[in-house]
């Protein structure tokens, strides 16, 4: 009973410290809670009560300023995700969070806290965001290389924001590998290259069957599950620049949007282009291309 009540003040505690501090909180979704995300938080003991399991490939997520678990790109990538392996999935919650450096603080210390204590190697971890959170994840991985001394192997930056607000802006030196899908360049997103790669769907800015930028900003996400499947056949055309980029005057090749490095002989770099329908299947395939 004593304990209770003392677990009780604990608690109390904690959501007042949480009211002032204004946290950043973390939900987990994995197979086995598909529909009921945990919330955790970056401790020991949160962890090991709750369905995170060390030998799954982590994704942490982060959403747009002040996203939270209603955001769609949140839902996205976790279904994305979850059709196509056992992973977990950490979705950062910054309903409450307005300090950059607070949170960049606290996310990379769940990531070092997972690899120091969960033995979870860094290249098991993969960093998404959306918007501002492209930038987010990029201070992440850059506060991560600076404590641990090695880098993340892959940040997926959707439709970063111009990031101009901010401190950290991501950049190719954030982690090994920065791939950037620009959906909404010039309104919501940038232009500005940002990644190892680049790549510019339907020329970047206005996405087919959108009239708004939202519209426009949030279909990089909707992209998310085919780029993530074995089907991904968003054959994609290498530019010399974003002022040349069209079917026309880019250079048609295999390589499709997101595809995993590993499959090519070199990592893919650069600037690309490609076409997408206006709902899914978004890709066109190579069947399309051999009508331009
Ligand atoms: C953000 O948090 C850091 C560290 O807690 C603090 O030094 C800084 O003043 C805060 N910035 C703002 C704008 O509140």
Redesign the pocket.
């Known amino acids: 009973m004593r304990m209770q009540a003392r677990q009780l003040i604990a608690f109390i505690l904690t959501l007042a410290i949480a009211a002032v501090c204004g946290e950043t909180k973390f939900l987990l979704n994995t197979r086995r809670v598909q529909e009921n995300p945990q919330q955790i938080e970056a401790e020991v003991e949160a962890l090991v009560r709750s369905s995170f399991y060390a030998a799954d490939p982590t994704v942490l997520s982060i959403p747009r300023w002040l996203g939270d678990s209603s955001s769609p790109e949140i839902s996205a990538v976790v279904s994305a995700r979850l059709q196509q392996q056992d992973s977990n999935i950490i979705s950062v919650d910054l309903s409450q969070a307005?300090?950059?450096?607070?949170i960049i603080?606290s996310v990379s210390s769940l990531v070092i806290l997972l690899n120091r204590n969960f033995d979870v190697p860094l290249d098991r971890i993969l960093l998404v965001g959306f918007a501002e959170g492209a930038h987010l994840a990029g201070g992440v991985a850059a506060r991560v290389q600076q404590d641990l001394g090695s880098q993340l192997p892959q940040i997926t930056a959707l439709d970063p924001s111009p990031g101009e607000d901010l401190e950290h802006k991501l950049s190719p030196s954030d982690a090994e590998f920065v791939e950037v899908v620009h959906t909404n360049a010039g309104g919501e997103g940038t232009w500005e290259q940002l990644g190892h790669v680049d790549y510019y769907p339907n020329g970047g800015q206005n996405q087919p069957g959108c009239s708004t930028n939202s519209c426009s900003h949030e279909r990089s996400f909707e992209l998310l599950a085919e780029i993530w499947s074995p089907e991904n056949d968003f054959v994609s055309a290498r530019c010399g620049s974003v002022e040349t980029l069209g079917a026309s005057s880019c250079r048609w090749s295999t390589h499709k949007m997101g595809q995993n490095r590993e499959e090519d002989e070199l990592p893919a770099s650069g600037i690309y282009f490609l076409e997408t329908r206006q709902s899914s299947p978004f890709s066109r395939g190579a069947y399309y291309i051999g009508f331009l």
């Open positions: 307005t300090n950059e450096t607070e603080d």
